[in-house]
């Protein structure tokens, strides 16, 4: 229950929060030099890297537990244990998941 309750919450930020970013950064590219500059430099900042990370892990959260929704759609993991483990390894993956890429992109 509480993998498809954290699926719903991190669809519905990257829609939100994720929609909100996607059009300041489209905007800030349009507005010219100075714009996306003042882009850089918020989500630069440390509440900006906040909001990255954040949707970073929403997205690989997300993914992973749609992962999970998939195998269980095709009907297998109903098994009381595996369903158990997918429970448990769904979160760490995207917390896994997030931290790998960050450790990627600030390389």
């Given at each position: 229950m509480a993998v498809s309750i954290l699926h719903r919450i991190t669809g519905d930020g990257m829609?939100?929060?994720?929609?909100?970013v996607l059009v300041w950064w489209l905007a800030a590219l349009a507005g010219g030099a100075e714009s996306y500059a003042n882009f850089q430099e918020i989500m630069g900042s440390v509440p900006g890297m906040i909001?990255?990370?954040?949707l970073s892990w929403?997205?690989?959260?997300h993914m992973s537990s749609g992962l999970?929704?998939?195998?269980?759609d095709i009907g297998a993991g109903y098994e009381l244990a595996?369903?158990?483990?997918?429970?448990?390894?769904?979160?760490?993956?995207?917390?896994?998941l997030t931290a790998g890429f960050w450790a990627l992109v600030l390389s």
């Open positions: 829609a939100l929060v994720g929609l909100g909001v990255l990370v954040g929403a997205f690989f959260s999970r929704h998939f195998v269980l595996t369903n158990k483990t997918w429970s448990i390894v769904v979160p760490l993956l995207g917390v896994l």
